[in-house]
């Protein structure tokens, strides 16, 4: 069963896809000759020519060899293949994800785009890699083998095709069953993976409320509901199964019975033909060489079938489809590199609103003009303002929904972009690594280790920088205190070659001394890239050079 969203998927990669197909097919050949080169050394026994028997061994032992070669780079080829199917639809999700319509969805669950982007994305790698090649296959080889066999013995021929189309056309017979199965199964899979995602970054608010019990009797049943799809999927996938090898055995017996006829020298119903000379044991082994690369389909059956299932799981991390992705050169669709600081001279905000999608106004009106002169700039207003919304349109994580902000830059204007600026949010995220790799996330790859203590140093986190950059942090940076947090997630946007900096309520979690260090370091900052806080604590606004107030602004 061929899906028409992964051909798209392996449309770019036409050239990698046409030589493990044609790779797949020598080596198919290979079994042809070895079958030719067999019979005529069994001939060659029953008639005592040894002369014959030497030479059908060594066509034997060559086919062996010239197939090891042959499947070595089949293997590698398909790797290949499905390598670049992966890294572009992996890539392709994780954008999709990133989009600011996306990052706010309150319906997009982590745990489903996740599921979607590790198992979803491999399920497709191994379809296109193994499945669609042994799909091309079938529908070359098995006709070719049938019309030679059947130039000889019409009747071989027809009871082989009869056998090829019952076995590669009967499951077709309950393909949407079978779209259907999969569907459910991806869906019960998708759920599960969410509520266990959700569960585990959760565990310790669970236990905090006291539903521990709850969550968990909703995992047993999600993990249930697993299970009863997998056992339905799997009775439709045995049942297709069945009905590959009833047709592969009907044909490769019934071709049997035909050979023993042969060499009990009966004439077969349309005569010998030209092919005079042709063996039993030829007419066997071809006859059996003819179901061979539907038996090798068979045995992909499984990977095209998770491929089916997992793809709509990737098409609902992909809106625009899998067309949407790739491009034309079969390199993924995407955004032109981020502009350097020293390009960007001022940011500029006209007139900008937004509204969350139920209606209710955030922003109305807001216009701002922040040039690029050695100063911070601060926003400020009481909590639901719109302060932190205002840092995500500026960064490019949402879209207004009317007026724009611009970075003017020394080639012109544009619109800013997430990988233009340097984000310090108020719940950082880290990496389960060291803090060496943690800063070296958005740092320039030539950055020295120098470097990154200054900036730590700089961000009023010493300790950090006497623990070693090698210190292995935990998961999300459970294992340093909230200040600590917000101190080496301002280090890591000291580091990044951003043009723009904005930091949402950098001090609060700091004391006094530090919040006046990192303030410090923000207004030398603010010398070679624009930097935009927003606060509450009125020493942290007394050292902003411009605040721009949203309360007043609503008003």
């Known amino acids: 069963m061929i899906d028409r969203r992964l051909w798209l998927a392996v449309r770019p990669h036409r050239a990698r896809l046409a030589l493990t197909t044609g790779l797949l097919c020598l080596i198919t050949v290979s079994w042809w000759i070895q079958a030719v080169a067999l019979s005529v050394a069994l001939a060659a026994v029953v008639a005592g020519d040894h002369d014959r028997v030497v ?13 090891a070669v042959l499947r070595e780079w089949q293997v590698r080829s398909a790797l290949r293949l499905g390598e670049a199917v992966r890294t572009d639809l992996r890539r392709g999700v994780l954008r999709a994800c990133l989009v600011p319509e996306r990052l706010h969805d309150a319906q997009d669950r982590m745990g489903a785009r996740v599921l979607a982007a590790t198992d979803g994305v491999d399920g497709v790698d ?37 056998g090829v189309l019952i076995a590669v056309a009967g499951p077709r017979w309950w393909d949407r069953l079978m779209t259907r199965r999969g569907g459910e199964h991806s869906d019960t899979y998708e759920s599960l993976s969410a509520d266990l995602l959700e569960s585990l970054r959760s565990m310790r608010l ?25 056992v339905r999927a799997m009775r439709v996938s045995l049942a297709s199964t069945a009905v590959i090898d009833g047709g592969v055995q009907v044909g490769v017996v019934v071709s049997g019975l035909c050979a023993a006829v042969v060499a009990a020298g009966g004439v077969l119903p349309g005569g010998v033909g030209w092919w005079s000379q042709m063996t039993p044991f030829m007419v066997l082994m071809l006859a059996s060489e003819i179901f061979r690369p539907v038996r090798d389909l068979a045995r992909q059956w499984h990977a095209g079938y998770v491929g089916l299932s997992f793809m709509s799981q990737v098409g609902k991390a992909l809106p625009d489809g899998v067309s949407g992705v790739l491009a034309r050169t079969g390199e993924p669709g995407g955004a032109p590199r981020p502009v350097r600081a ?15 999608p139920d209606g209710t106004p955030v922003l109305t009106g807001v216009s701002a003009h922040w040039p690029l002169q050695g100063q911070v700039v601060g ?22 929904t009317g007026g724009r902000v611009v970075l003017e830059c020394s080639r012109g204007e544009r619109a800013p972009r997430p990988e233009d600026v340097a984000v310090v949010s108020q719940h950082p995220v880290f990496l389960a690594g060291s803090i060496r790799e943690n800063l070296l996330v958005a740092a320039p790859p030539e950055t020295s280790d120098e470097v990154l203590v200054a900036a730590l140093r700089a961000a009023a986190a010493p300790e950090l920088a006497e623990r070693g950059l090698d210190h292995v942090l935990a998961e999300g ?48 900052e603010s010398a070679r890239r624009v930097v935009v806080v927003t606060a509450h604590r009125a020493e942290a606004l007394a050292a902003c050079d411009v605040v721009l107030d949203l309360e007043g602004v609503r008003r």
């Open 55 to 67: 030479v059908g061994a060594i066509g034997v032992v060559t086919c062996l060899s010239v197939r």
């Open 126 to 162: 191994k379809y296109v890699s193994l499945y669609i090649p042994h799909v091309v296959q079938v529908w070359v080889m098995p006709p070719l083998l049938i019309l030679a066999v059947g130039a000889a013995y019409p009747v071989v021929g027809l009871v082989a095709a009869a």
């Open 206 to 230: 669970l236990r905090a409320v006291g539903a521990v019990e709850r969550r968990r009797a909703l995992l047993e049943g999600r993990s249930e509901a697993l299970h009863r799809a997998t």
């Open 342 to 356: 020293e390009d960007v001279r001022a940011v500029r905000i006209e007139e900008v609103s937004f509204s969350w």
């Open 379 to 400: 926003v400020a207003g009481p909590s639901g303002v719109g302060k932190s919304t205002l840092l995500d349109i500026v960064s490019g994580l949402l879209s207004p």
């Open 477 to 524: 940076g459970r294992s340093l205190s909230g200040g600590q947090r917000q101190r080496l997630a301002i280090a890591r946007a000291l580091v990044s070659d951003r043009p723009v900096m904005v930091l949402d309520e950098p001090t609060s979690a700091l004391d006094g001394d530090r919040s006046a260090t990192v303030m410090q370091t923000l207004v030398r």
